[in-house]
């Protein structure tokens, strides 16, 4: 008998069919996380002004991707900002 673990792999099709999905509860069980999504919208609103875009209606209230959102629907109406920039550095805060 092999003591050779499966992996998704060299799983036959009926073995594959068996698992959907496999969730982990990290946070606070696994590992302990560091991050805080008030501070980081915080960040982000900042980092945002800075690069040009009106935040005037943007609050940290609101979730991450609405922020985003709103940023972006800005930074197609305006030339002078690269949405790849902007993207590059929304990545960078997160």
Do not use: H, W
């Not at 980081?40 to 009106?54: F, P, Q, R, S």
Request: glycine residues 2%; hydrophobic residues 35%.
């Amino acid at each position: 008998m092999s003591t050779r673990m499966k992996t998704p792999r060299n799983l036959n099709p009926a073995e594959k069919r068996k698992y959907f999905a496999i969730l982990f509860d990290l946070d606070g069980t696994i590992v302990k996380s560091t991050y805080q999504p008030r501070e980081a919208k915080t960040a982000l609103i900042n980092k945002l002004e800075e690069l040009g875009v009106n935040v005037s209606n943007i609050s940290v209230n609101e979730t991450t991707m609405d922020i985003i959102d709103k940023a972006k629907a800005q930074i197609k109406e305006k030339t002078n900002l690269s949405l790849k920039e902007v993207n590059k550095t929304i990545n960078e805060i997160r």
